[in-house]
């Protein structure tokens, strides 16, 4: 079908959204968020409904036409930029964004996938419930995105993943066909779990348009405070102090070491830090506050939470796991610690645009907690030892044993590495291996990490992962080029 044909049957698809056919409304969904892979596409078509998703997946999968689904187009990993042919169709979710239901009862919402995270959100806020998923993209990210990315933020320490929170899915099938799994309900053994299959695909198996998801109680308060632990060690032994005291109620436990605060303090316009000199060690923590008696004054016109925050910090500097903590005092510093933490990947963007370095080699990782120091130690040996001049900008959800650990080259060609960058992800990731860690702790596999899934993950499993592909999308539709090689 040449471009004249295919304009002509997408104008009879019948959408209520006009197709967008030029090369000028495609640039915002062709390009990654981070400029590293660049696209192109026969249009982006931006259905109302699950009967014109149906429809367009039917004419896509009689003719052959590629898709790819998108939700905020934020993904980290290429996963969902189209390749260069301009044969594929975009599917952008971005106007099926109602809530189907609210169940304030049941603590449960249904919503289309197209639905941006944080208006979620903002509606179940206003009834005093809670919906934890939460990642510095949330303000453009889509429910059904973070569904296909199965994504983690800042939460899962206490809530788990993506799929932790969903109950149930609807999907069409590469062939058009609607499959209705929306369901609120806990208990459902009915054979094989095909949400779970759908959830973490990055776009691969199918279009999920709807989701259920669980909420949860807001908790009364969220004590947010800033520790400087000076090493790794100290952090994590902190952690077990906190969940000794706090069981269930650590809502996050985020690493901010000292080369994190550099990067944040170059490229944050304002930025407030709360402490004179940068900390080596520093770590972000909520804790949740259910119970009314936590949060009233006592006779001293202090609270109870921050005096028992304070009696365990007072243990922590006796132990010589920290030398300094800030307890933030009000909603407006809260925000602002948050607010450099989320803006992390920005941050980190605009250092590397501002340098003259070609590129930064992005890693995801997930450690034992208890192995990460070790980890850590070892990975920094083989990096410095690898080439002269190498920067590793690392961060991310301790709590979850989860790194975000980058490193910047010293900018000599081809790829400022010295053509040596797959060398070093692959030396990398031997070490993430010998620590029974995985290469991809929330991202995804997308573009990026595909030869990394086919060469860490356990045979039988990529070949059955190869099986279910061609059994669900005979004809290889769905979001060619992408996670599996097939
Ligand atoms: C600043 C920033 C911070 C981030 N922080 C985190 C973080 O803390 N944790 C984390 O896990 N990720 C994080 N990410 C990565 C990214 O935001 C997540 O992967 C997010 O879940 C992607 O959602 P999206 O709507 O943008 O999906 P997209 O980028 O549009 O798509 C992602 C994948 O899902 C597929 N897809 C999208 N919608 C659908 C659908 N309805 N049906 C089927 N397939 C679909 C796409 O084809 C693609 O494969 C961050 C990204 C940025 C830019």
Known sequence: MNTKELNFEIQNLGLKNPPLLSEDEHLKYVNDWRGQYIGRAAAVLRPSNTLEVSNIMKFAFDNNIPIVPQGGNTSLCGAATPDNTGDSIIVSLEKMNNVRQF?????????????????????????????????????????????????GGVNVLKYGNTRELCLGLEIVLPDGRIMNLLSELKKDNTGYDLKNLFIGAEGTLGIITAATMRLFRLPKMITTLFVEANKISNAVKLLNVFNTHFPDRIESFELMPKVFWEVAKNNIENIKLPFENLPDMGVLIDI????????????????????????????????????NATICNNEAQRKSLWSIREAAAESEKKELENSNLIKCLKHDISLPVESIDDFHKEAQKMISEFLPDLKTIYFGHLGDGNLHYNVFGNGSLPDGFQGKSINLTTELYKIVHKYNGSFSAEHGIGQLKKNNLKNHKNKTAYSLMTIIKKQLDPKGIMNPGKVLFY
């Open 288 to 323: 949740s506050s259910f119970s009314k008696s936590e949060i009233t004054s006592n006779e001293n016109g202090q609270l109870p939470i921050i005096k028992s925050i304070e009696n365990i910090l007072e243990e922590c500097f006796d132990l010589e796991l920290i030398s």
């Open 103 to 151: 169940n304030k009862n049941a603590q449960t919402i249904t919503v289309e996938s197209g639905m941006i995270l944080s208006q979620i959100h903002d509606v179940v806020e206003k009834e005093g419930l809670f919906f934890p998923l939460s990642l510095g993209a949330k303000g453009s990210c889509m429910i059904g995105g973070n569904l296909s990315t199965n994504a």
